[in-house]
């Protein structure tokens, strides 16, 4: 009889109605409603309930908070919300799955877990550079969440590296604590939603290196500045730098399902509108899925429907 952290022994013959893997916003919506429902639902979660938002200092566009919300904050409480309603967390990683047959598992550390519908809601990581010394710096001036870490670097120099919303929202947080911070961009011009462009430039503090890239990190015993160079030119130069802020962009925590379910050529799930995948009974929710915009609101409304449809396979009775 496996223990999986964070609740009480489980028989590995039970088998749920529902095993959803990833505590974020689509995890703990799809648990909500599932539960509500009547359904026999457990979340599996490797670290905190939210999972990216978790890191998040504040959220201000996720209705319902008009004074905004701290990320870490909005994790708990849709953990609690669907546990009010009776669904489960298990804290405990998912290490395989075997999704086809009526009864799909999820192998953990801790042992397996059953269930007739699967929800993967496993989200999206940071993108790396992919430069030398890069993992090796990683906590020690190389970061990758700005609101989790930037508090380290108050009245010191800090850089940003990208050019797309979340880029221009570290380097306007950074703003606030750093002294100075440098926001280097491949490209002339921001990608990032037209509400940040103002607060950027006229932010005394902030300057910025277009058509550049990192080529270098210059270290000690911790990062002490970057080497760039100029996409159209070749030109080289030298900036220095305490913290370093890598905001390129995401990719899907897919791994899990690669062989099994379709993927996109960027490695996300393909599920449409109804989050179904090629598998029945096996849903994709939030940023790991084939999308157009990747939000808090839009994972939830996921999670919503995959419990939906969800409902729907059960009353037919599982896979024909």
């Known amino acids: 009889m496996a223990n999986l952290s964070g609740g009480e022994a489980v028989s590995p013959e039970h088998i749920y109605d529902m ?28 670290l905190a309930a939210g999972g990216q938002i978790a890191l998040t200092q504040r959220v201000d566009n996720y209705p319902g ?5 701290d990320g870490y904050a909005l994790g708990e409480n849709m953990r609690s919300g669907a546990q009010r309603f009776g669904a489960k967390t298990r804290m405990a990683e998912a290490k395989s799955l075997t999704l086809s047959g009526a009864v799909k598992r999820v192998d953990t550390g801790e042992g397996p877990l059953l269930g007739r519908t699967v929800v993967l809601a496993t989200g999206a990581v940071p993108r790396e550079l992919g430069i030398p010394g890069e993992r090796e710096l990683a906590g020690q001036g190389v970061h990758y969440c700005a609101a989790c870490d930037g508090m380290f670097y108050r ?29 280097i961009h491949r490209r002339d011009t921001l990608r990032a939603e037209k509400v940040y462009h103002a607060p950027l430039m006229e932010a005394d503090n902030v300057e910025f290196c277009w058509d550049s890239e990192v080529a ?59 989050t179904r995948t090629d598998i029945p009974g096996v849903f994709a929710v939030g940023d790991v899925r084939t999308k157009a915009l990747r939000q808090i609101i839009t994972a939830a409304a996921d999670g919503a429907a995959a419990v939906h449809y969800a409902q729907e396979y059960l009353a037919q009775g599982g896979p024909s």
């Open 65 to 69: 908070f008009d004074q905004g919300i």
């Open 155 to 183: 009245d010191k120099t800090a850089a940003v590296v990208g050019g797309g919303s979340s880029a221009a929202e570290d380097a306007l947080l950074l703003s606030r604590v750093c002294r100075r911070v440098v926001l």
């Open 216 to 274: 270098e990190l210059l270290r000690g015993e911790r990062l002490q500045g970057v080497r760039l160079r100029n996409v159209k030119t070749g030109e080289a130069r030298t900036v220095g730098c305490d913290g370093l802020f890598v905001s390129i962009g995401r990719k899907p925590a897919s791994e899990l399902a690669r062989g099994q379910l379709r993927l996109d050529p960027g490695g996300y799930i393909l599920a449409d509108e109804s």
């Open 19 to 46: 095993v959803i893997v990833g505590g974020g916003p689509g995890g703990y919506t799809a648990a909500l409603y599932a539960a509500r429902a009547g359904l026999d639902a457990v979340v599996l979660e490797r």
